[in-house]
């Protein structure tokens, strides 16, 4: 199947902190721009950080920078999405796709979900007192 998986979602007070994974299922990670998006109930789906395969670009919409961090272990082929200090309005479900080109490092601004593909069902991530 080529098709990536999130997990680690889950209900966490605002200020606390949740990693989320990103793995693949049928195919390799390790060659693969890979683009963090979410999506709240009612919104359209929004751009929230991307990686290249080396993990050594990385970008981050403005609304997360100094609190949410993507990385990548090759040896794993996993990609994680670690968020701190999170918000109520970090609410969504958060997904991981992967790029159809290596948009993370050849955009000057950043990706669209419409430029990626292999999407994973999305790990819901509650932020809430």
């Known amino acids: 199947q080529l098709q990536v998986a999130e997990s680690g979602g889950g209900l966490v007070q605002p200020g606390g902190s949740l990693r989320l994974s990103c793995a693949a299922a049928g195919f390799t990670l390790e060659n693969s721009d890979i683009g963090w998006f979410r999506q709240a109930p009612g919104k359209e789906r929004e751009f929230v950080s991307c990686i290249d395969s080396s993990g050594t670009v990385a970008k981050r919409t403005d609304s997360v920078k100094g609190r949410f961090t993507v990385s990548r272990d090759n040896a794993k082929d996993t990609v994680y999405l670690q968020m701190n200090s999170l918000k109520p309005e970090d609410t969504a479900v958060y997904y991981c796709?992967?790029?159809?080109?290596?948009?993370?490092?050849?955009?000057?601004?950043?990706?669209?979900?419409?430029?990626?593909?292999?999407w994973g069902q999305g790990t819901q991530v509650t932020v809430s007192s």
């Open positions: 796709a992967v790029g159809r080109a290596p948009y993370c490092t050849i955009l000057a601004g950043l990706p669209r979900p419409d430029q990626y593909d292999r």
